[in-house]
């Protein structure tokens, strides 16, 4: 039921910037907590940012100091600012939510991802 729709990504050149969205249907936004995941070539998942349902954030630390995760609760879209970004932020950048399922347990929910590719 939940769907995830990632979009923003592209190519930029080290020390540049990018805010990705991930829009959501089937949720809400503001009542879950949200987060941004990436993966590069040869790599496990990274789990990168999150925002609770109250609002609070937390960061890998590679990306304390340049990332920033926000809500907009209106447009039920939740953002990543990625500013002086680096070549090691190349990846597929995914964003991910968690619904429990009294008959299942926890389920995850994935965004198709977008692409970061930073380079010179």
């Known amino acids: 039921q939940v769907q995830l729709v990632e979009s923003g990504g592209g190519l930029v050149q080290p020390g540049g910037s990018l805010r990705l969205s991930c829009t959501a249907s089937?949720?809400?936004?503001?009542?879950?907590?949200m987060r941004w995941y990436r993966q590069a070539p040869g790599k496990e998942r990274e789990l990168v940012a999150t925002i609770s349902s109250t609002g609070g954030t937390n960061y890998a630390d590679s990306a304390t100091g340049r990332f920033t995760i926000s809500r907009d609760n209106a447009k039920n879209t939740v953002y990543l600012q990625m500013n002086i970004l680096k070549p090691e932020d190349t990846a597929v950048y995914y964003c991910n939510t968690m619904r429990m399922i009294l008959s299942v347990g926890p389920v995850q929910y994935w965004g198709q991802g977008t692409q970061v590719t930073v380079s010179s």
């Open positions: 089937g949720a809400t936004v503001s009542s879950y907590a």
